[in-house]
């Protein structure tokens, strides 16, 4: 039963005040049929939006089943709209995206009736209002009156007290509006039906009772009901809410109605993912062609320091004035030459030693030290003993005064010296950046190996020295060189004193190999892997620097280093020998365990640079002569190192962002459209009860299958750009594969697009919400 007491509603636009309602008092029976007559704009469609809570009354009262709805709140509106009225409308209001049964749906859909239930309700309002078929076509496939039908099979699906119809035959010919009627008076058995209508013939045929209005007042009522005394409150409402997944599955079917609109959106704003995924993809692939280029740059040029280093900073200050010439001045100056004046004596001792081996090994990959210690090697071939002599380079002669100092004169990588000294595991070095092609890897400090180039080429020089009789082009049985034993002998059997006091090595014999007690075996033949960075070991044969120390071990005390030792001249040549050139001479001898120089390998130019400062605070307050100067061969070495190309990166997401930024806005607009175009179904969900929440959801769930499609098409076609921007890359700077997306990256970037979408759609997903349901019904 609904009372209405006292309602009244006022207007105002501007200066005009409309008394819509204007104290409209008036009871109605559970089940009868009411029409409601007047001229327009006397406020009968107000009187039914407010009676069906789609517009609220200024004062009075509307009282549902002894219950007032003085206080009721939006929820409580939503949930009455929901589950106790249902609304009929001239112009039909079904939402064209949504099939007929579907639109039957809407209402339970919004009241969380489960999927099952809904559709058996549906096809029963369907079949009562003379529908059975056509229920999967769309609404502008059908005829007026099948619209109707639909709109009224719409209406009372969810079983609603109140059904309200404004105007329902206002578009319809004569024979239909007589069909609807006799639907509508059917419904009106078990259902209190209040229908506005122009058409006094049809209101005298079907509706049981008449009223008239004009201004917003009631003029006459056919049949008038006074209600028992005090009405017992037996209302109840059943809240309304509307799930995520319907939300999601009512925009999908509005996005599928335009399907072209929605992909050239979604194309339109992923240009800035594109963007974004190309530059990103980019970095990835040049990030790591500058790590590779890094490596390979510092293999080459390390960190070296060695007993003669020349002092750059020395010349800087005079490096300044170069250019220009100075006033002659009619007269000239005495000078030393830069390069002497800069020469400093790098003088390694055993805490400098120590110092160095304090160096993260994340910093560096290898640390050399090169202690150019000779070794006394004889092979027996056959009977035959002869000198098997280890050099370093092509040079064979035992030039022992200039012993191995050429070791440093080209970029300091000609050794053959593999460092045991930083591996944790043994051998890993070998094993890292080698591959055995015969034999087993060297074990024991005795075991030497043969490195051939990538060609499977071994030094002439090298199996000449081995005892072999080779030429060039000859090609050599592994196995055959595989296990070959040598002697290393000790300087006291090597060398012997002449009358004249120098030392001379003696001719090798039988003898000498026997008094040997140290065995040297050839146990593999290895080669570089293919592509390793840090294969720095020369073709020809190559031992661990545990052998040297080794030797200098055996060495240290022996009487020619003694001699050595004691003597300012070359005891091998009885030369005069200078300070530096004594010291290496000892080193030569195995007389001192302290290198010549030492080689770092940095990992990147980054933990080069963290190296160099870590170098440079061991001269902090040393005196000039006790500093120890390193040379960085790679400073020369153009750096474009990863914090260039991170800036880079940054500068140009930032671009790229700006793109992503004015697609977030242009959803933002578009979704405003979008909400403009949708007025009429905003109302009509809201007619249905589909609460301020619910209507946010459902345009949040259009801007995520937006967004989300964006993002995800952007990412595909950046995909599919990589290819050819790869190829132009290769093209032009012969580097592979250089746009590379990052999966990791790419998922990151679809959930930002997603998100900044949502937020951009946000905004006017929350004013649809807020839109005036009765004003948006009005909206033609
Ligand atoms: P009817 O349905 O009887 O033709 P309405 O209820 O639609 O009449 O309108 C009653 C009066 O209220 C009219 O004068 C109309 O102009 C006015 N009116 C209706 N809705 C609004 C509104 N949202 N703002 C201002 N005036 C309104
Ligand atoms: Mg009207």
Same mark, same amino acid.
């Given at each position: 039963?609904?009372?209405?007491?006292?309602?009244?509603?006022?207007?105002?636009?501007?200066?005009?005040?409309?008394?819509?309602?204007?104290?409209?008092?008036?009871?109605?029976?559970?089940?009868?049929?009411?029409?409601?007559?007047?001229?327009?704009?006397?406020?009968?469609?107000?009187?039914?939006?407010?009676?069906?809570?789609?517009?609220?009354?200024?004062?009075?009262?509307?009282?549902?089943?002894?219950?007032?709805?003085?206080?009721?709140?939006?929820?409580?509106?939503?949930?009455?709209?929901?589950?106790?009225?249902?609304?009929?409308?001239?112009?039909?209001?079904?939402?064209?995206?949504?099939?007929?049964?579907?639109?039957?749906?809407?209402?339970?859909?919004?009241?969380?009736?489960?999927?099952?239930?809904?559709?058996?309700?549906?096809?029963? /309002?369907?079949?009562?209002?003379?529908?059975?078929?056509?229920?999967?076509?769309?609404?502008?496939?059908?005829?007026?009156?099948?619209?109707?039908?639909?709109?009224?099979?719409?209406?009372?699906?969810?079983?609603?007290?109140?059904?309200?119809?404004?105007?329902?035959?206002?578009?319809?010919?004569?024979?239909?509006?007589?069909?609807?009627?006799?639907?509508?008076?059917?419904?009106?058995?078990?259902?209190?039906?209040?229908?506005?209508?122009?058409?006094?013939?049809?209101?005298?045929?079907?509706?049981?009772?008449?009223?008239? #209005?004009?201004?917003?007042?009631?003029?006459?009522?056919?049949?008038?009901?006074?209600?028992?005394?005090?009405?017992?409150?037996? +209302?109840?409402?059943?809240?309304?809410?509307?799930?995520?997944?319907?939300?999601?599955?009512?925009?999908?079917?509005?996005?599928?109605?335009?399907?072209?609109?929605? +992909?050239?959106?979604?194309?339109?704003?992923?240009?800035?993912?594109?963007?974004?995924?190309?530059?990103?993809?980019?970095?990835?692939?040049?990030?790591?062609?500058?790590?590779?280029?890094?490596?390979?740059?510092?293999?080459? +040029?390390?960190?070296?320091?060695?007993?003669?280093?020349?002092?750059?900073?020395?010349?800087?200050?005079?490096?300044?004035?170069?250019?220009?010439?100075?006033?002659?001045?009619?007269?000239?100056?005495?000078?030393?030459?830069?390069?002497?004046?800069?020469?400093?004596?790098?003088?390694?001792?055993?805490?400098?030693?120590?110092?160095?081996?304090?160096? &993260?090994?994340?910093?560096?990959?290898?640390?050399? +030290?090169?202690?150019?210690?000779?070794?006394?090697?004889?092979?027996?071939?056959?009977?035959?003993?002869?000198?098997?002599?280890?050099?370093?380079? &092509?040079?064979?002669?035992?030039?022992? %005064?200039?012993?191995?100092?050429?070791?440093?004169?080209?970029?300091?990588?000609?050794?053959?010296?593999?460092?045991?000294?930083?591996?944790?595991?043994?051998?890993? #070095?070998?094993?890292?950046?080698?591959?055995?092609?015969?034999?087993?890897?060297?074990?024991?400090?005795?075991?030497?190996?043969?490195?051939?180039?990538?060609?499977?080429?071994?030094?002439?020089?090298?199996?000449?020295?081995?005892?072999?009789?080779?030429?060039?082009?000859?090609?050599?049985?592994?196995?055959?060189?595989?296990?070959?034993?040598?002697?290393?002998?000790?300087?006291?059997?090597?060398?012997?004193?002449?009358?004249?006091?120098?030392?001379?090595?003696?001719?090798?014999?039988?003898?000498?190999?026997?008094?040997?007690?140290?065995?040297?075996?050839?146990?593999?033949?290895?080669?570089?892997?293919?592509?390793?960075?840090?294969?720095?070991?020369?073709?020809?044969?190559?031992?661990?620097? &545990?052998?040297?120390?080794?030797?200098?071990?055996?060495?240290?005390?022996?009487?020619?280093?003694?001699?050595?030792?004691?003597?300012?001249?070359?005891?091998?040549?009885?030369?005069?020998?200078?300070?530096?050139?004594?010291?290496?001479?000892?080193?030569?001898?195995?007389?001192?365990?302290?290198?010549?120089?030492?080689?770092?390998?940095?990992?990147?130019?980054?933990?080069?640079?963290?190296?160099?400062?870590?170098?440079?605070?061991?001269?902090?307050?040393?005196?000039?002569?006790?500093?120890?100067?390193?040379?960085?061969?790679?400073?020369?070495?153009?750096?474009?190192?990863?914090?260039?190309?991170?800036?880079?990166?940054?500068?140009?997401?930032?671009?790229?962002?700006?793109?992503?930024?004015?697609?977030?806005?242009?959803?933002?607009?578009?979704?405003?459209?979008?909400?403009?175009?949708?007025?009429?179904?905003?109302?009509?969900?809201?007619?249905?009860?589909?609460?301020?929440?619910?209507?946010?959801?459902?345009?949040?769930?259009?801007?995520?299958?937006?967004?989300?499609?964006?993002?995800?098409?952007?990412?595909?076609?950046?995909?599919?750009?990589?290819?050819?921007?790869?190829?132009?890359?290769? &093209?032009?700077?012969?580097?592979?594969?250089?746009?590379?997306?990052?999966?990791?990256? /790419?998922?990151?970037?679809?959930?930002?697009?997603?998100?900044?979408?949502?937020?951009?759609?946000?905004?006017?997903?929350?004013? %649809?919400?807020?839109?005036?349901?009765?004003?948006?019904?009005?909206?033609?």
């Amino acid at each position: 039963m609904l009372q209405l007491e006292h309602l009244m509603k006022t207007y105002k636009v501007g200066d005009t005040i409309t008394h819509a309602l204007n104290d409209v008092t008036i009871n109605f029976r559970n089940h009868e049929f009411v029409a409601i007559l007047g001229p327009s704009g006397s406020g009968k469609t107000t009187l039914l939006n407010v009676i069906g809570g789609l517009d609220h009354y200024d004062s009075g009262d509307i009282i549902i089943n002894g219950k007032s709805t003085k206080n009721f709140t939006q929820t409580d509106w939503d949930a009455y709209r929901n589950n106790t009225v249902g609304f009929i409308f001239q112009s039909y209001n079904l939402i064209p995206h949504l099939s007929i049964i579907e639109n039957v749906e809407l209402g339970m859909t919004l009241s969380g009736v489960d999927s099952k239930e809904r559709h058996e309700k549906a096809i029963a /309002a369907l079949k009562k209002v003379g529908l059975g078929e056509h229920i999967y076509k769309k609404p502008n496939q059908l005829s007026g009156g099948q619209m109707q039908r639909v709109a009224i099979a719409r209406a009372i699906a969810n079983d609603p007290d109140i059904l309200l119809c404004d105007e329902p035959t206002g578009a319809l010919d004569t024979k239909t509006s007589k069909d609807i009627m006799k639907i509508i008076k059917e419904l009106s058995k078990d259902k209190l039906v209040i229908m506005v209508t122009h058409n006094p013939e049809l209101a005298d045929e079907y509706a049981s009772r008449i009223v008239h #209005f004009q201004d917003g007042k009631i003029l006459s009522d056919s049949d008038p009901y006074t209600p028992p005394k005090d009405v017992k409150d037996t +209302f109840h409402l059943k809240k309304t809410k509307m799930s995520y997944w319907n939300a999601l599955k009512l925009s999908f079917t509005n996005i599928m109605t335009k399907k072209g609109q929605t +992909f050239l959106t979604a194309f339109a704003s992923s240009i800035g993912i594109i963007g974004i995924a190309i530059v990103l993809a980019l970095s990835h692939g040049f990030q790591k062609q500058i790590d590779e280029t890094q490596t390979k740059t510092l293999a080459q +040029f390390p960190i070296s320091i060695s007993q003669t280093a020349t002092d750059l900073s020395a010349n800087s200050n005079r490096e300044k004035s170069n250019n220009k010439n100075v006033k002659y001045r009619g007269y000239l100056t005495a000078a030393i030459p830069d390069n002497e004046k800069n020469t400093h004596q790098n003088h390694i001792t055993q805490a400098y030693l120590n110092y160095i081996k304090k160096i &993260n090994p994340a910093y560096a990959n290898n640390i050399s +030290f090169i202690r150019g210690t000779q070794l006394n090697l004889l092979s027996n071939n056959d009977g035959k003993i002869s000198k098997v002599e280890f050099s370093n380079t &092509n040079n064979s002669q035992n030039s022992l %005064a200039s012993a191995q100092l050429q070791s440093m004169n080209t970029m300091g990588i000609n050794t053959n010296v593999f460092p045991t000294t930083l591996d944790s595991k043994k051998n890993s #070095f070998l094993k890292t950046n080698y591959q055995l092609l015969e034999g087993k890897w060297p074990k024991a400090s005795t075991d030497v190996v043969l490195v051939l180039n990538n060609k499977d080429e071994a030094n002439l020089n090298a199996l000449t020295n081995l005892g072999l009789k080779v030429k060039d082009g000859q090609k050599i049985d592994l196995s055959k060189l595989i296990g070959k034993k040598f002697k290393l002998v000790t300087n006291n059997d090597y060398y012997q004193k002449l009358s004249t006091g120098t030392y001379v090595p003696k001719t090798p014999d039988q003898a000498m190999y026997n008094s040997a007690s140290t065995t040297i075996t050839l146990a593999g033949v290895i080669r570089s892997k293919n592509n390793s960075q840090m294969a720095l070991l020369d073709n020809g044969i190559a031992y661990s620097d &545990n052998l040297t120390k080794k030797i200098i071990n055996q060495n240290k005390n022996s009487e020619i280093v003694q001699a050595q030792k004691n003597s300012n001249l070359n005891v091998l040549t009885n030369q005069p020998l200078a300070n530096s050139q004594k010291e290496q001479l000892l080193a030569s001898l195995g007389g001192s365990s302290l290198p010549s120089s030492i080689l770092i390998y940095p990992t990147s130019f980054d933990s080069k640079d963290k190296i160099l400062s870590y170098l440079d605070k061991w001269n902090k307050g040393k005196k000039s002569s006790a500093k120890i100067i390193y040379t960085d061969m790679s400073g020369t070495v153009t750096q474009l190192t990863g914090g260039v190309l991170s800036g880079i990166t940054t500068v140009l997401v930032a671009f790229a962002g700006i793109s992503l930024i004015t697609s977030m806005i242009m959803i933002g607009i578009l979704t405003y459209t979008s909400v403009l175009e949708r007025t009429k179904e905003i109302g009509i969900l809201k007619a249905l009860g589909a609460r301020k929440r619910d209507i946010t959801r459902v345009f949040d769930a259009e801007t995520f299958i937006l967004g989300a499609f964006s993002g995800v098409l952007g990412i595909f076609i950046a995909y599919l750009l990589t290819f050819p921007i790869s190829a132009i890359i290769y &093209n032009m700077t012969d580097m592979p594969n250089v746009a590379q997306l990052d999966w990791l990256q /790419a998922i990151i970037l679809v959930v930002i697009a997603t998100i900044l979408t949502m937020i951009g759609g946000h905004l006017p997903a929350k004013m %649809a919400a807020k839109r005036d349901a009765a004003e948006a019904l009005r909206s033609e």
